[in-house]
């Protein structure tokens, strides 16, 4: 009888305890057909991320009591049109986001690859976010350092105004997000992608803004040699409003090194315009490099998404890139998929392209 009682108590025990925990599986699948044509060039395509970044992901929570709770998440990028990863060979790796983290009243720690705060205003104040044919980010993003400007690794962070372990796209009231990655490197050597950002916003009820800021060292540009890294910096500032019919949202930022010529300037518009069971996503995205030819670029971008249900939807995009002054812009898409990868194919020029997209994502 006696043993009995210690069984039966464990398993309480047990029962209690993973009561006060939660793992989830979750995930998207994104598949579309795209063409891009550009330079002389084209390519029809069978891809994914066309709408939303598909990926396989774990997350988790402990509850410690006393309002702390300790946090995982595990994040792979997919290639569903091949059934690959992401990873180098195809391979899955937790690239999006791998962290773990503590989380309390004081906010929360997180440690591990973690996408950059600097990276959010580019997919929260575009309409198309930064994946697909009409992806803003391939207009923004021009001048940054491209190992930190989406993600992170080696990164602590500190985050205040979000629930704890969730995407830190938007928070509650005034957010915020800190973050700086360590570059281990040997001393003596170059501090590459060392970084060190922040961002700070506000959001409640139809108003969302943010404002960031943020340096990292990256591949030196000549100028820089020497040194053997150049520092980029970014800023950028955007907001958007709920209407009802429409969502409006505006960004601004500069994207800069310490190199001279170095420094570009992008601004754009967008909307998400309620029409029928769905909505419709047009956006219009410009730079301009600060060099002697004022080198720059403009994309503009419209769809639709219709919603099959909460969780899945069909959509369509076209987009239109207008190289100006020698300008080298092009479709970059998102997430390992949707980049026709034009550049460096012989005989290629820049020039104007276009993208065009129909697809199909659901998540889980």
Do not use: C
């Not at 005034?174 to 360590?182: G, H, I, P, Q, T």
């Amino acid at each position: 009888m006696k043993k009995r009682l210690l069984v039966l108590a464990a398993l309480g025990f047990a029962g209690a305890a993973s009561a006060q925990s939660s793992v989830t599986l979750f995930g998207v699948l994104d598949a579309d057909v795209s063409h891009y044509s550009q330079g002389g060039l084209s390519r029809t395509m069978l891809g994914s991320s066309g709408n939303t970044p598909s990926q396989l992901g774990f997350r988790g929570t402990e509850d410690l009591g006393g309002g702390l709770s300790a946090n995982f998440w595990l994040e792979a990028a997919l290639l569903n049109d091949s059934g690959a990863g992401a990873a180098t060979g195809g391979g899955l790796s937790f690239s999006r986001r791998s962290t773990v983290s503590l989380a309390g009243d004081f906010g929360e720690i997180r440690l591990g690859r973690d996408f950059s705060p600097s990276y959010w205003n580019h997919v929260m104040f575009s309409a198309f976010g930064t994946v697909g044919p009409g992806a803003g980010s391939s207009i923004t993003q021009g001048g940054t350092n491209s190992v930190t400007k989406t993600f992170n690794n080696n990164a602590i962070a500190y985050l205040w105004g979000f629930a704890p372990n969730v995407t830190a796209s938007v928070g509650r009231g005034v957010y915020a997000e800190l973050m700086y990655a360590f570059p281990e490197s040997v001393s003596g050597q170059p501090a590459l992608n060392q970084y060190a950002g922040g961002r700070l916003g506000y959001a409640a009820g139809p108003v969302n803004a943010a404002i960031s800021y943020a340096q990292s060292k990256g591949v030196p540009y000549p100028a820089d040699a020497l040194a053997g890294y150049s520092t980029y910096k970014e800023f950028n500032l955007g907001g958007s409003y709920d209407l009802g019919v429409a969502k409006l949202m505006a960004h601004v930022g500069t994207n800069n090194s310490d190199a001279a010529g170095t420094k570009y300037t992008h601004w754009g518009l967008g909307a998400r315009i309620i029409a029928g069971p769905g909505y419709i996503p047009v956006s219009f995205n410009s730079i301009k490099q600060n060099n002697a030819a004022g080198s720059g670029g403009n994309e503009v971008a419209v769809g639709y998404v219709y919603y099959l249900s909460k969780r899945t939807a069909l959509y369509a995009t076209v987009a239109h890139i207008n190289n100006k002054n020698n300008g080298t812009y092009t479709f970059v898409g998102g997430n390992g998929s949707n980049n026709p990868q034009f550049s460096g194919v012989p005989g290629f020029s820049y020039g104007n392209g276009t993208g065009y997209d129909v697809g199909m994502r659901t998540s889980f």
